[in-house]
């Protein structure tokens, strides 16, 4: 891909429309760097894996899963007096492994003091994520499951089909659990109710649930 070729292809990107999916092959490291950097303001979601390239546009139905998911970690931290630091879709890559990917969102737990003020997050000196987020509305997560294991992610949360899912990070890869390991009182049959009941309540509604449910839990 030469950098006219680059050039071009952001300018169709930038007319990919709501839920557009653009995939490309045989593209090296260089080149999805140098995308990266080209794309770096635009909410767009990109991932590689080897040599595949995948430029994702969100959508709202796609956004506001993921959003009330922030805002229910945010409210349980400060309830309980945790130590949170959420690093949004923060691009995560590794060149040795020749993947990247960029989650929905993401939350620093255990790892919050590392990277407080942090500009840049770089897996060469900082840790993972304690917990990453996909939204899998129109697209699927399961291909990036094996990169955030090799780096060592202990925790993924995927809401699939009106449905949240929790995997903890084990030696065969990620196995499906009940509940968060970072936020024990989260199990994946709560948020699911609680993403469920944002379609028609509202955020605003949901969030003051969320609290008196989290009181009453503990």
Excluded at 46 to 71: A, C, N
Excluded at 107 to 136: C, R
Excluded at 202 to 213: D, K, N, Y
């Amino acid at each position: 891909m030469t950098t006219h070729a680059t050039s071009y292809l952001v300018d169709a990107i930038a007319h990919m429309p709501a839920r557009g999916k653009l995939i490309l092959y045989d593209v090296s490291w260089e080149e999805y760097e140098q995308l990266l950097e080209e794309l770096r303001d635009r909410a767009l979601r990109v991932s590689y894996f080897r040599g595949r390239l995948e430029i994702m546009s969100p959508t709202s139905r796609h956004e506001r899963p993921k959003d009330l998911l922030l805002q229910l970690v945010t409210l349980l931290a400060i309830e309980t007096d945790l130590t949170l630091e959420t690093a949004g879709s923060t691009t995560f890559k590794d060149e040795q492994l020749q993947m990247g990917a960029e989650p929905d969102t993401c939350f620093y737990v255990e790892n919050a003091e590392q990277i407080i003020g942090k500009e840049e997050i770089n897996l060469m000196t900082d840790p993972p994520p304690d917990i990453v987020v996909e939204i899998d509305i129109w697209s699927e997560s399961v291909g990036k499951m094996e990169f955030y294991a090799a780096i060592g992610v202990p925790e993924f949360w995927r809401y699939r089909k009106s449905r949240l899912y929790i995997y903890h990070l084990s030696e065969e890869g990620y196995v499906e659990a009940p509940a968060s390991r970072a936020f024990p009182l989260l199990t994946a049959e709560a948020l699911t109710r609680f993403l469920e009941q944002n379609k028609s309540a509202g955020q605003s509604a949901t969030l003051r649930a969320f609290r008196e449910w989290l009181r009453a839990a503990r």
